[in-house]
Every structure is written in C-alpha cells, then in structure tokens.
C-alpha cells in the first residue's frame, strides 16, 4: 500500500521517543553496577518476596475477573433489566477513580472495623494489610479491562448460530462450550494479559491497603520507590529491569497464546 515508509518511519519514531529510549535507560543505568551487585539485589529475600508476591497477586486477580468479567459482560449484553445503563457505567468506575481514591476507599471498607471487614472477622478472615487485600485491590482496577474486552464480541455474536445449534438439539451448555466459547478464547485472554499487564504495575490503589509490610505485603513498584528515596538509583534500576524482563515475557507468551486461539477458531 502507498505510504508505508512514511507511516512506518513515524511509527517506529513515536515508540522509540516515548518507550524504547527511555526503557533502554533502564539497562544502561543497571550495566555500570557489574553482575555481582545485579544479582546480589535481585535475589535479595526481600526482593524476591515482593516478586512473588506482585507476580502472584497479578495473576490470581486477572484469572478472577476473566470469571466474573465473563458474567458481567454477559449479563449486559444478553439481558434487558432496570438499571442495565447505570451497571454498564459502573464497570468503568476503576478507570475513572484515582487509583489512591481506590486505595483508601477498599482499606475503608475490608479493615476490621470496615463494612465488609467486620463481617469477615468473625471468620477470621483479614483483607486489609494482608496479601489477600492486594489480590483485591489487583482485581478492582483489572475489572473493566475483561468486561470491556469480552463485551464487543459477545455483540456481534449472531443468534443464528445459537437457533441453529438448538435446533440440532445441542444443549445450552454444549453451545456455550462449542459454539460461543471458542468465539469468546482470543477477546480472553486479551482481557487478561491487559488485566495482568495493569494489575502488575500497580501502586496508588495497593500501596494503602497492603500496609506495605516487607516480606509480607511489599510489592515490587512500592520496593522501587523505597529504593529511589534511598537514593539506591542502580538498585531501583535492577529491579526494574528485571520486571521488564518479566513483564515482556509473560506478554509475550500471552499474545502467542492469543495468535494460537485466532488461528483455532478459525479454522473451528
């Protein structure tokens, strides 16, 4: 098509001013502190329990709000009830709302003296300034990335296909799990690598409720910013780097999964 080297050029121009460059930073910031240092600070105990628990956290909460966002977004499209529009507008409450505003507002609600942590408390269950809360508060931003996703697709689903499956007596579960469900596999999983991908990078909204506990409630953003106001540039930088590192390869198997899951349905 005519144009390509120009808009090529002015692509590949943009992404370098505004990622490459100043993520190559990172690695050239992190080479002056020699592989002893690198290593001795990004297997640090502490270190390493925050990465768990970001990592674990990030994927607990997206593999939630694939479930539910699942449901929501089915429940809006395929149903016609009384307060539908004021719902669908709910679900982009965690993209409007400052993330601190999150922040404090979940802590409110799930400490012990909380609407929902007092009646958790009994149970002995504990949210705030737990690893618990984080998966909460992890899950509360990465909502609408799912609804949002699985939502246009679940509209322009034809009913034909649906009336057809019935017709040839196929339950409404074996529809969903044959007919619909291989449809919903790509807009999926592309919910959740922007759920995970969100959640992995979160500070403002579980910086409050985690109580930020080292070896406990710490995460790797919040370890980051300790670092810089250490002045430890180099470590902040190494640690950095190695959740680029992660960050990318986690994206990237999600996107081949994403291709392999095209490619299936198409040929389904």
Known sequence: MPGFGLTMGYTVTYL????????????????????NRFFAVV????????????LGASIVGASVNVVFGLIVAWTLVRYRFPGRAILDALVDLPFALPTSVAGITLTAIYAQNGW????LAPLGIRVAFTPLGVIVALTFIGLPFVVRTVQPVLQE????????????????????????????????ITGFALAFARALGEYGSVVFISGNLP??????????????EEF??????????????????????INTMQRWAVRRSRMA
Do not use: C, H
Not at 166 to 188: K, Y
């Open 16 to 35: 370098s001013l505004l990622a490459l460059i100043p993520l190559s930073t990172i690695a050239f910031e992190t080479a002056g502190m020699g592989w």
């Open 43 to 54: 297997t640090s105990p502490r270190v390493l329990a925050a990465f768990r628990l970001s």
């Open 116 to 119: 929902i942590g007092k009646l």
């Open 157 to 188: 689903l034809e009913p034909e296909l649906e009336e057809a499956a019935a017709t040839l007596g196929a339950t409404r579960w074996q529809t969903f799990r044959r007919v619909i469900g291989p449809m919903l596999i790509p807009a999926t």
């Open 215 to 228: 070896m406990r409630t710490e995460i790797v953003p919040l370890l980051i910013m300790n670092k810089l």
């Open 232 to 253: 430890d540039y180099q470590g902040a930088t190494a640690i950095a780097l190695v959740m680029l590192l992660i960050s990318f390869t986690m994206l990237f198997l």
